[in-house]
């Protein structure tokens, strides 16, 4: 399975700054996947990462609030901009080797966001 | 719209005991089943997979996969304190492309 490396581990930030999360692959894989998790909830997906192509983003997350990057088959960021406290959150990368249907998606350690 | 349900539990087990853990999905072309794991403020660990109907092992865990039914469940058998956790079922949608996750479900084993 692919080893994911995501920082940082978490931050404190103010509002109306923007964050950058940097997700680190240890191998090259074909998607590469943004999560979000409040508190006590479960993952939404905020976007798909392709290499070479602008990220896919579901409902209710645009690219200007969220621009994300994939400059290669290894490495994604994403940018949290304009913050709000509504923002707080953890940011899960996630990446899958082979799309089909016996992929299988793997989520780095996660970035606790908190914005004051 | 593509939903996975779980329960939000908590479930709660003696230490030795079977805990099971239920999902089910509304979007009939899924293919592919996952359940995860995850620790209180850590990610989410991948378990087990499933793809076919039937039952799949691994250890002390047993996926189940019944498509007719549009229901997945996961099995622990003696399950130990190390097992508590939230629970989380996620089906791969077709097109095989993106992961929907239900809520989770929070297994607690009492020693």
């Known amino acids: 399975s692919a080893v994911i490396s995501q920082k940082p581990s978490r931050d404190i930030c103010q509002r109306g700054t923007s964050l950058t999360i940097q997700c680190q692959v240890d191998?090259?894989?074909?998607?590469m996947f943004w999560y979000r998790q409040q508190p006590g909830q479960s993952l939404t997906l905020i976007a798909t990462?392709?290499?070479?192509?602008?990220?896919?983003?579901e409902s209710g997350f645009v690219i200007d609030k969220f621009p994300i990057s994939r400059p290669n088959l290894t490495f994604s960021t994403l940018t949290v901009s304009n913050m709000s406290p509504e923002d707080s959150s953890i940011y899960l990368c996630?990446?899958?080797?082979?799309?089909?249907?016996?992929?299988?998606?793997?989520f780095g350690q996660g970035t606790r966001l908190t914005v004051v | 719209q593509k939903e996975v349900e779980q329960n939000s539990g908590p479930l709660s087990v003696p230490e030795g005991a079977i805990a099971s853990l239920n999902c089910t999905y509304s979007d009939r072309g899924s293919q592919s089943f996952f359940w995860y794991r995850q620790y209180s403020g850590k990610s989410p660990e991948l378990i087990m997979s499933?793809?076919?109907?039937g039952d799949k092992e691994d250890g002390r865990f047993t996926a189940q996969l019944n498509k007719a039914s549009q229901y997945v469940s996961l099995l622990i058998r003696d399950s130990q304190p190390s097992d508590s956790a939230t629970y989380l079922c996620a089906a791969l949608g077709t097109g095989y492309s993106t992961l929907t996750f239900g809520k989770g479900t929070m297994l607690l084993v009492s020693p």
């Open positions: 996630s990446a899958s080797e082979n799309p089909g249907v016996n992929t299988e998606a793997f």
């Open positions: 990462a392709n290499q070479g192509s602008e990220a896919t983003y």
């Open positions: 499933i793809y076919s109907n």
């Open positions: 191998s090259q894989v074909t998607m």
